[in-house]
């Protein structure tokens, strides 16, 4: 299942679901059947059936929370390396422009840390530290927004056509107009 700040759980929601799961628990040692405790609950009947298998198994400790699905591949430490190495740009470390996109920011994280990352696993990465991705403006340093506006104004609305005809239509696209 995928979240939308793209990462697991936060620790209230672990924390919470572990609270679930040791109620479910109580239900277990009662004799509650598995669709009763999913109703009570407001869980699937499916994963009531598994807590219930792992309980029988491990206990209350088996329906536990055992953290993180997995463990990120930069660390904090690694982290904010990357960023003092972001913030240099991409010129300091040789692309000619400074335009900071993906794949480059993939590159530099092989070329700094030898790990390889997808470039989807980056963009999550960087938005659960607060990035986000941004399109620069691209307009001409000789660019004259008074001459602009000028034209929006003025030459714009005589060379784009207007909406609707002027005349009576069909309501057929086939036939034209009967009269």
């Given at each position: 299942?995928?979240?939308?700040?793209?990462?697991?759980?936060?620790?209230?929601?672990?924390?919470?679901?572990?609270?679930?799961?040791?109620?479910?628990a109580e239900l277990f040692a009662?004799?509650?059947?598995?669709?009763?405790?999913?109703?009570?609950?407001?869980?699937?009947?499916?994963?009531?059936?598994?807590?219930?298998?792992?309980?029988?198994?491990?206990?209350?400790?088996?329906?536990?929370?055992?953290?993180?699905?997995?463990?990120?591949?930069?660390?904090?430490?690694?982290?904010?390396?990357?960023?003092?190495?972001?913030?240099?740009?991409?010129?300091?470390?040789?692309?000619p422009d400074q335009t900071w996109t993906l794949a480059r920011i993939?590159?530099?994280?092989?070329?700094?840390?030898?790990?390889?990352?997808?470039?989807?696993?980056?963009?999550?990465?960087?938005?659960?530290?607060?990035?986000?991705?941004?399109?620069?403006?691209?307009?001409?340093?000789?660019?004259?927004?008074?001459?602009?506006?000028?034209?929006?104004?003025?030459?714009?609305?005589?060379?784009?056509?207007?909406?609707?005809?002027?005349?009576?239509?069909?309501?057929?696209?086939?036939?034209?107009?009967?009269?």
């Amino acid at each position: 299942m995928r979240y939308p700040q793209g990462g697991g759980l936060t620790a209230e929601r672990q924390t919470f679901r572990e609270h679930i799961r040791m109620q479910a628990a109580e239900l277990f040692a009662l004799g509650h059947g598995n669709a009763a405790i999913a109703r009570q609950l407001r869980v699937s009947v499916r994963s009531v059936q598994r807590w219930h298998q792992a309980w029988e198994h491990g206990g209350k400790p088996a329906l536990m929370s055992k953290g993180q699905a997995s463990r990120p591949k930069l660390s904090e430490a690694l982290f904010e390396v990357l960023e003092q190495e972001l913030a240099k740009g991409p010129v300091a470390h040789g692309w000619p422009d400074q335009t900071w996109t993906l794949a480059r920011i993939k590159t530099l994280i092989g070329r700094r840390f030898h790990k390889s990352m997808t470039l989807s696993a980056i963009a999550q990465m960087l938005h659960r530290h607060g990035f986000s991705h941004q399109v620069p403006a691209r307009r001409a340093s000789e660019r004259d927004e008074d001459a602009v506006t000028g034209w929006v104004k003025q030459t714009w609305p005589q060379v784009e056509t207007p909406w609707r005809r002027s005349g009576p239509g069909s309501a057929s696209k086939t036939k034209p107009v009967s009269r």
